[in-house]
């Protein structure tokens, strides 16, 4: 419902502060005071030091970073190529197997991370098929619960695409592989890099199937930091927090500028 009164204005942008604020703003600030805390024991802390993000990096913070970084993009990867080619087989469908066969997609996504951990586990801790302590569960476990946030992106990338450009192109004479390469996919680039995006947030910060299936020497950030506030250091826990957060930032932050340039705006 459209407001055109400024009184009514201020008042949605006073409501939409608070709701930002209170839910997004609020605990992101908590997280970062606990980091830089020297002690806390009243509404505020009573001192501010850097010592928990020296302690971190000291530790195993940086390989937590690798592994994390690593995970996201490969995984990432596999899910934008899977999803893409998914996404562009199922166009050629007809509409009730394209549904169905794109319903099949959202499936892992519908069930808790814990129990595609747990299937993972089952599945694969028996010939012939034995990953169980090995890094390629965590990748398997990463790329299940990612790929449909990718094929959905792709697929709705193709809906708002117009057919017209690659009828074009095959009237001039152009084969199916060169208007994929071409035509279709650089038209597509905008929503293929947001699929990576989304799918390497989203894998950055996943916990409950990578907490059953990650093997010693591969723990990755949400690990490390689920580790740390087990064990009951919460300030350690909150300075790996803000650098996971600052790593995710980062490398969406350069997504976005390369799809600004690919879109030209």
Do not use: C
């Amino acid at each position: 419902m459209l407001v055109w009164s400024r009184p009514g204005r201020i008042v949605l942008w006073m409501l939409f502060a608070l709701i930002f604020g209170v839910l997004f703003l609020a605990p992101l600030a908590v997280i970062l005071l606990s980091s830089l805390a020297d002690q806390w024991n009243g509404v505020l802390p009573n001192g501010l030091t850097t010592e928990h993000y020296t302690d971190v990096v000291r530790g195993s913070a940086w390989n937590a970073v690798k592994a994390s970084l690593i995970t996201g993009f490969l995984a990432s990867a596999l899910a934008l190529v899977s999803g893409t080619w998914a996404a562009l087989s199922l166009r050629l469908q007809g509409h009730a197997l394209k549904r169905l066969l794109g319903l099949l997609f959202f499936i892992p996504s519908a069930v808790p991370s814990v129990s595609v951990g747990l299937g993972l586990l089952v599945a694969f801790s028996h010939p012939p098929l034995l990953l169980n302590g090995t890094i390629a569960m965590v990748m398997i476990a990463h790329f299940v619960l990612i790929s449909a946030f990718t094929f959905g992106n792709v697929s709705a990338g193709l809906a708002r695409l117009s057919p017209d450009f690659e009828q074009v192109a095959s009237s001039l004479g152009a084969r199916p592989a060169y208007r994929l390469w071409h035509v279709t996919l650089p038209l597509l680039a905008p929503y293929l890099v947001a699929a990576f995006g989304l799918s390497f947030a989203l894998s950055m910060g996943e916990l409950g199937a990578t907490v059953m299936v990650y093997p010693p020497g591969w723990v990755t950030l949400p690990v490390s930091i689920f580790s740390l506030t087990d064990r009951g250091d919460i300030f350690a826990g909150a300075a790996l927090t803000m650098i996971l957060v600052a790593a995710t930032l980062v490398l969406l932050l350069g997504l976005e500028r390369i799809t600004a340039r690919a879109t030209g705006s």
